[in-house]
């Protein structure tokens, strides 16, 4: 089984569609895949500028169609009103057991390498958003995952979405599936 792991969309039809076209095609051989969103899915935030294809319900209607296969957590600009629109639940941070290690999935300004969860052991990974940039870091043995953001990034940086199986972890690019980061779990 695969995950697709994405974050931070702050609203961008262009981007969602880009990145649920990539999900689905790969759910074409295999229909098992499912999709985290790690936050931030329709409010561009009040920091932000507007991003590529602003339109949040445009986004809604879309997550509404892909709702059988994925789960969203809440970031710190979604509200109470984004589920009202919202024919899924937007749940708070949540963990799993996979392959005999612990995922954590959090939005990122309450969960990351500087502010780790309590129950975290050698092994786990947690992967988080909010900061809009990839990267990586092992800290005392937990390995750490900021899948980028698929609608807003800085300047200069590429969209991202992460993609974990069994055997690893990997961040790519939104435009042209690009590597960024692999991480070999095995």
Not at 57 to 79: R, Y
Request: contains cysteine; charged residues 25%; proline residues 5%.
């Amino acid at each position: 089984m695969k995950l697709y792991i994405g974050s931070d969309i702050h609203g961008s039809s262009a981007n969602i569609e880009r990145f649920l076209d990539i999900v689905n095609e790969a759910r074409k051989s295999d229909p098992s895949i499912k999709v985290v969103l790690l936050g931030d899915i329709y409010n561009h935030g009040p920091r932000n500028p507007f991003p590529e294809g602003y339109a949040p319900m445009t986004v809604a209607k879309m997550l509404n169609e892909s709702k059988d296969f994925i789960t969203v957590i809440k970031g710190n600009c979604d509200s109470e009103v984004d589920q009202m629109i919202s024919d899924f639940p937007i749940g708070e941070d949540f963990s799993r057991e996979w392959y005999g290690r612990t995922l954590f999935f959090t939005h990122g300004h309450k969960c990351n390498p500087d502010l780790p969860p309590k129950n975290a052991k050698k092994g786990d990974v947690v992967f988080y958003g909010h900061f809009h940039r990839a990267m990586l870091e092992v800290k005392d043995g937990v390995i750490y995952v900021c899948v980028g953001a698929l609608g807003l990034s800085p300047e200069g940086v590429e969209r991202s979405y992460a993609v974990l199986d069994e055997h690893k972890i990997e961040v790519k690019t939104l435009q042209g599936g690009k590597t960024l980061i692999e991480y070999d779990l095995d």
